[in-house]
């Protein structure tokens, strides 16, 4: 792995890490606990972050893997968010480490400039040019989510992840 890739999974397992530890320690009614009018809950991010950002982009379009199980469109449905009741946050938290481990060895294994197998078409042609360009996406939609995370967090018990 080149300096520039290590720079980005050290950026992007840093967000990872965040969002599992901002959530260390919830119960399962708090992880499934509604905190917006739209139902969503942080296990429910939890999910969206395992499918729809380490398996989409890191197996399906830069791996090229089958998008059979994704509804792909831009008005695609909210399953993503949803935790069916038979789910545990077990379930929930491995599915995420399973797909971050996955993610990680394509990432590992697949040279930045590389161009995706799959395009993500819905999001405009040549939008993601590459796998750097992806890489990068990912790094801020996990950021991103972890700052919910945070905000929500607080909300429920008032931990903080980082106090200035």
Not at 152 to 160: I, T
Request: aromatic share 8%; proline share 4%; charged share 25%.
């Amino acid at each position: 792995m080149n300096d520039e890739t290590k720079v980005l999974v050290a950026s992007l397992d840093y967000q990872r890490r965040h969002v599992l530890g901002i959530l260390e320690g919830l119960s399962e009614e708090q992880l499934r606990r509604p905190v917006l009018p739209s139902g969503w809950n942080c296990l429910g991010m939890v999910k969206h972050l395992a499918q729809d950002d380490e398996h989409f982009w890191f197996r399906c379009i830069v791996a090229g893997e089958s998008l059979d199980v994704f509804q792909v469109g831009p008005n695609h449905g909210n399953d993503e968010w949803k935790v069916d009741t038979d789910e545990s946050a077990e379930d929930v938290f491995s599915l995420y480490r399973d797909e971050i481990a996955r993610s990680s060895a394509i990432i590992e294994s697949t040279p930045l400039d590389a161009a995706p197998r799959q395009e993500a078409d819905w999001w405009g042609k040549g939008d993601f040019p590459d796998h750097r360009y992806i890489l990068l996406h990912v790094i801020a939609e996990t950021a991103c989510h972890a700052g919910h995370l945070d905000a929500v967090r607080e909300l429920l018990d008032g931990r903080q992840w980082i106090v200035l």
